[in-house]
């Protein structure tokens, strides 16, 4: 059984015992997680997709990292005009473990 959920204005396809990143959520490690904007919940042709949630859907986590993703470089230069701009950017993730799937 897998389950279309909503968290960070991103959607993610998670399955039980999964491993995801995902935005941070200032939560402390070992914190239990339970996400109840599900969009799809289901498997093959018995799948519920709700207009917007599945009503009574939910999905629990635990949080197993807090921890920075890799560096990201923007560069933009103009030919023969001597413009560069270098930025660099690094998000912040949550590690999270999908325990349980309720429809």
Known sequence: MYAVIVTGG????????????????????????????VLAIGE???????APTVEGAKVEAEVIDNFR???????????????????GHRQNLTKIRISKIEA
Request: no cysteine.
């Open 44 to 50: 093959g042709k018995d799948i519920k997709i709700g």
């Open 69 to 87: 993703g890799v560096k990201l470089v923007a560069f933009k230069m103009k030919k023969r005009k001597g413009y560069r701009r270098k930025i």
């Open 10 to 37: 991103k959607q993610y396809r998670v399955q039980a015992d999964e491993i995801i990143d995902i935005e941070s959520l200032n939560r402390e490690v070992g914190e239990k997680i339970e996400f109840s904007k």
